[in-house]
């Protein structure tokens, strides 16, 4: 029971151009959106979140769109740089018992060509 | 700042054998986890703790055990290992309310 689905497995974007992330979840009880990004032999490291009140958040290139109704987030990176090549995790996590617990989609490798 | 250390990087493990993978973070976070990383799949939890003193299940604990006798300490005991807890296991620590997570790098499990 995949609560929380990242469909893309792989995607390949120009240097300078915009990647575009997509996370899909199932669980209406989710109110609190992350995307973390990795690099090889690395953990996870927290990029940006968005709470279910707000529809957009944005911090620097990194922008994530929040749509409650069709229960869909997107991650956008503009412009994106070969730097930003590494694995993208959506996380959700909802209130009451699950207070601080995330649930992680499967991962999009991002590749950004120079 | 070391943040959150993990050891070992990388093991293998014969099936049957015990063994213990350590956490120690030094941020003075309440709320630390084991997560699970399989090939093409997101990371799963396995445990997590509110606390000293205070553990509770995850998603997939079966196989392993953890205890919380510190604040800066999270062991994840895997007892008679089986293939299938071949993975990439990763620790996070979090302070209270903060979902940002600090990940540790991970260790590398194989069970042969």
């Known amino acids: 029971d995949q609560q929380v689905k990242q469909n893309s497995p792989s995607l390949s974007v120009q240097e300078g151009r915009i990647s575009i992330l997509n996370c899909d979840y199932t669980?209406?009880?989710?109110?609190?959106f992350l995307w973390y990004k990795k690099y090889p032999a690395e953990g996870p490291t927290f990029l940006i979140s968005i709470s279910s009140i707000k529809d957009k958040n944005e911090d620097g290139r990194f922008t994530v769109f929040l749509n409650k109704s069709a229960k869909h987030l997107s991650l956008h990176i503009v412009p994106s740089q070969p730097g930003d090549s590494a694995v993208y995790f959506c996380?959700?996590?909802?209130?009451?018992?699950?207070?601080?617990?995330?649930?992680f989609g499967q991962g999009t490798i991002l590749t950004v060509h120079p | 700042n070391a943040g959150v250390t993990q050891t070992p990087k990388f093991r293998i493990l014969k099936i049957g054998q015990s063994m213990t993978l350590q956490c120690a973070q030094d941020m003075n976070h309440n709320y630390m986890y084991w997560y699970r990383q399989d090939p093409g799949m997101g990371l799963k939890l396995i445990y997590y703790s509110v606390g000293a003193g205070i553990t509770d299940k995850g998603e997939v604990p079966n196989g392993y055990n953890v205890s919380r006798s510190t604040t800066e300490d999270f062991p994840l005991r895997l007892e008679l290992a089986a293939p299938s807890q071949t993975s990439v296991y990763f620790c996070?620590?979090?302070?209270?309310?903060?979902?940002?997570?600090?990940f540790g790098s991970g260790t590398r499990l194989t069970v042969v």
């Open positions: 996070a620590s979090s302070t209270t309310g903060d979902y940002g997570y600090t």
């Open positions: 669980n209406s009880m989710f109110d609190y």
């Open positions: 996380a959700a996590s909802g209130g009451g018992t699950s207070y601080g617990k995330l649930t």
